[in-house]
């Protein structure tokens, strides 16, 4: 075989390699959005996870005990300053008349910093100290703020990244932080 014909081969077997990874590739990515796509739509979405804590005044509070109705579980960090800007704008009174349900901070830190946090933001609604971040683990978040939405049949129907209040989101963002525009 001479040069030509070896390098011709070995063309064409990365040009089936590169077909494999490509291949691979398009399965994960289609598999990543249908499983998106199934917990959003609500055609299969999974229970939410029960969980024993205790809150900001060492009181146990045991999710199997809450009546069954709409329920937000922000998560939430006391060093966090998107943390404290979303707990600034929050108006616990409205969204539980607009959503007929009730909101549940998971705060994740020491159970003094955590009650610090919910004086100064004067929050009348259940405030958890997950010191070992057991809550958050089991409801898989990785950064915060995080809210996620559970359903009246205790299903997880949403999670994400929670909204800004009005006056936040239409301050620039060099501004908000501080920074010179």
Not at 58 to 73: E, I, T
Not at 146 to 153: C, K, P, R, S, Y
Request: hydrophobic share 40%; net charge negative; glycine share 6%.
């Amino acid at each position: 075989m001479n040069a030509f014909g070896l390098s011709y081969a070995v063309l064409w077997l990365l040009v089936i390699v590169q077909s494999v990874v490509l291949i691979s590739l398009v399965h994960t990515v289609f598999r990543l959005h249908h499983d998106v796509e199934l917990g959003s739509n609500g055609s299969q979405r999974r229970p939410a996870p029960s969980f024993t804590s205790v809150d900001v005044d060492g009181m146990l509070v045991r999710s199997l005990d809450w009546p069954k109705r709409l329920r937000a579980l922000l998560f939430v960090s006391p060093s966090c300053t998107s943390c404290e800007r979303v707990l600034g704008g929050l108006e616990p009174e409205a969204l539980k008349q607009k959503a007929a349900g009730e909101i549940v901070v998971i705060c994740r830190g020491s159970r003094d910093e955590c009650r610090q946090l919910r004086d100064t933001h004067s929050l009348e609604i259940p405030v958890l100290a997950d010191t070992t971040d057991e809550v958050t683990r089991l409801y898989a978040v990785k950064s915060v703020p995080t809210a996620v939405l559970i359903d009246a049949d205790g299903n997880i129907q949403s999670t994400g990244e929670p909204e800004l209040p009005p006056e936040f989101e239409r301050t620039p963002v060099a501004e908000r932080d501080g920074l010179a525009v």
